[in-house]
């Protein structure tokens, strides 16, 4: 019913040579896939390059961030419009390292779902606890405010067209991966989050990513969880055959 999304979170890493390399080195994988959905996610100055090498492949380009803003004087700001432009399909958008090392809040990223959903791009919306928070017990209310401030306002079809990613802090480039019950139960949560607030049908719709130290050796066990959909892999995104290798176990 919900079809598996694994996307590469390439975050500041790589040259253009690589990029292209890495993207084509994916995209020619990818042809033995099927029925899962692949992105890759460059930094946004190699987009463009990226996009044009795979294109007609199977495998989209999403970016890392971008402002909420149509045009005009923002220095060093990427539009939704400009993404598209360069063939974008994805934007993932309040990434814990956005939220805690560069300071955007829910509301900005509530202004950037927004914008990137009236652009025609999906955005892939992370969500996630710091250690602190996890182990006060206070992984649920993060979460729901988390989900609260980045999506309010939109309507069911919008959340739809969403994907949402859960990120435990904790677990994000430290080799510490959550556990699948640990993931699955936040992933449950999200879910009952989206019934009460919207309805079961766009609860059984949306599609919920875990990211954090996701391997080919600990994506079986994740993804054979019910509720999770798929993975925002960082680390192992930035080689053919480990990001292979997660794609493999989602099939
Ligand atoms: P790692 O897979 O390197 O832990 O990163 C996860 C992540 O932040 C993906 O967005």
Known sequence: MRRPFIAGNWKMNLDMASAVALAKGVAREAEKVEEVDLAVCPPSVYLAAVAQAISG???QVGAQNMYHQPKGAFTGEISAAMLVDVGCRYVILGHSERRHILGETDE???KKVHAALAAGLAPIVCVGETLEEREAGNTLDVIRRQFDGSLAGLSAQQLAGVVIAYEPVWAIGTGKVATPEQAEEVHLDLRKIIQDRYN???AEVVRIQY???VTPDNARV????PNIDGALVGGASLQVESFMGIVAAAG
């Not at 994740?222 to 969880?225: E, F, G, I």
């Open 57 to 59: 492949s199977q495998v």
């Open 200 to 202: 079961r049908r766009t």
């Open 211 to 213: 990211g954090g130290s």
């Open 108 to 110: 900005l990223v509530n």
């Open 222 to 225: 994740l993804l054979a969880c």
